[in-house]
């Protein structure tokens, strides 16, 4: 997984001419970058085999950018249960072992995991389903609010 997150960090740096500013993880890539659905991690994650170049793959988890889903881990039975059905929906929404458009990419602040936008083959965005059936909430970055446990 490191050697994953390495060279995708060198793919998100430009390359350095003369005079040129160093890059940073953070800069977006526009692509489309095609990838190949691994598996559904939760309600706003999933793992991918992307392609940025030709006869080259990444294995690589993605956060579905401007949703945030219930934590499975929680300390709060209500918010796994909600975290579960978050991720159900997830795994409806995306086409089994099917073939995804990544674009916006950039990195995340965890290691390891990018953020982007996911569109599947027939042009939707399964973060907007989400946010629009329920499942998750907006997120833009920041502090999330504190989680609630309903008695």
Known sequence: MVRSFIILCLFLVSPLSAGAKTSTVRETIAGPVSAEIIEVIDGDTILVDAAPW???????????????APELHSKCAAVREEAE?????????????GEVQLTKISGDKYFGR??????????????????????????HGGRKAPELCPQ
């Open 54 to 68: 030709p006869q080259q793959t990444i294995e690589v988890y993605v956060r579905l950018r401007g949703i945030d």
């Open 114 to 139: 990018i953020l982007a936008d996911v569109t599947i083959a027939d042009g939707r965005n399964p973060a907007d389903m989400l946010l629009s059936s329920g499942y998750a909430v907006s997120y």
């Open 85 to 97: 059905r978050a991720q159900a929906a997830l795994e409806e929404i995306m086409p089994a072992s």
